[in-house]
């Protein structure tokens, strides 16, 4: 995935990890209250899921939504909004009450110099740091999308690797990621500190993870790269993302964050199940409808996972 296509760019750079910006291309005011088709804003009741600008955020959102429909809610989109100095506002005043996001990066949003690591911690602290702002999340899927260090299943299984700190016995070797890698804190800098890792010879690529970083782990341009934990590449080239025990990258769980004028039991217990079902391959299996050569739309990927879950 390009950066283009994923909308991400590094917003710093801290010890802990980077905050990440999810960016895009709205159409219109991205925060004005969507409206029916007789041009009335939509009805209190009404919940209205929003999405970051990337396509597995709209998959997210039209997942929730269509499992939000099922259970009888009156529900409305909004996709293809833009980055967080958006969504927030947007959830405070109205136009949005629901969207997917990421508590990593959620949390960085509101903390840049936040510690917690695990998915328990982070969710933990995601409780009261969204709360100054009257919003709520419920539970997190064990879905992430997050940086991970990648190889080919050819170089893990010749060198035995499994996780991030085997990569001391490798050394030295080539790794390509974001220009920005190079001084993050789960990058060069926290591989050298938290696994030992640092005879290291880095090759930036701009692509975030992409075609072009792909294309250099596969032909061994390169034998380690930062890729992200839903690129369909993982599956199509067999590559193999490297456990990371010691934490080095923070959780980036999927998670509903909701607007505190419409939580409720029932909301939280139709959110909750789709966290509860929603893995890490699952998105991979999703982008890859939606991304890929089927060009599937986000609402029929989306409808499709739902009903396999159970959840239609």
Not at 71 to 87: A, H, L, Y
Not at 282 to 305: N, P, Y
């Amino acid at each position: 995935m390009t950066i283009s296509q994923k909308g991400r760019v590094a917003a710093g750079v801290i010890a802990v990890g980077a905050v990440l910006a999810l960016a895009g291309c709205a159409q219109g005011d991205p925060t004005a209250p969507e409206t029916n088709d007789a041009g009335a804003a939509a009805g209190s009741d009404t919940i209205i899921v929003g999405s970051f600008a990337f396509p597995e955020s709209e998959i997210l959102g039209e997942i929730y939504a269509q499992a939000l429909e099922a259970n009888g809610f009156d529900v409305q989109t909004k996709f293809n909004i833009g980055p967080r100095q958006q969504t927030i506002p947007a959830l405070q005043d109205g136009s949005i009450n629901l969207i997917p996001e990421y508590n990593g990066n959620l949390l960085a949003f509101y903390d840049t110099e936040f510690t917690q690591r695990t998915t328990e911690d982070v969710d933990a602290a995601l409780v009261d740091a969204v709360a100054a702002d009257d919003l709520v999340v419920y539970d997190s899927a064990e879905a992430e999308d997050k940086d991970a260090y990648v190889v080919t299943s050819e170089f893990a299984t010749a060198n035995n690797l499994t996780s991030i700190g085997d990569l001391k016995n490798v050394q030295p070797f080539a790794l390509g990621a974001n220009p920005q890698f190079a001084e993050l804190g789960y990058g060069i800098p926290g591989l050298a500190s938290v696994y030992g890792v640092s005879d290291v010879t880095f090759q930036p690529y701009e692509d975030f993870g992409g075609p072009d970083t792909v294309k250099a782990l596969v032909d061994d341009t390169v034998q380690v790269a930062d890729i992200y934990t839903t690129s369909p590449a993982l599956v199509a080239e067999n590559l193999v993302v490297l456990e990371d025990p010691e934490n080095l990258i923070a959780a980036q769980n999927v998670i509903p964050l909701v607007s505190s004028t419409v939580a409720s039991d029932e909301l939280e217990e139709a959110l909750n199940a789709v966290s509860a079902k929603l893995t890490t391959d699952d998105l991979i299996a999703l982008r890859d409808r939606v991304e890929g050569d089927e060009q599937a739309s986000a609402a029929t990927a989306a409808k499709d996972w739902l009903t396999e879950a159970g959840l239609l």
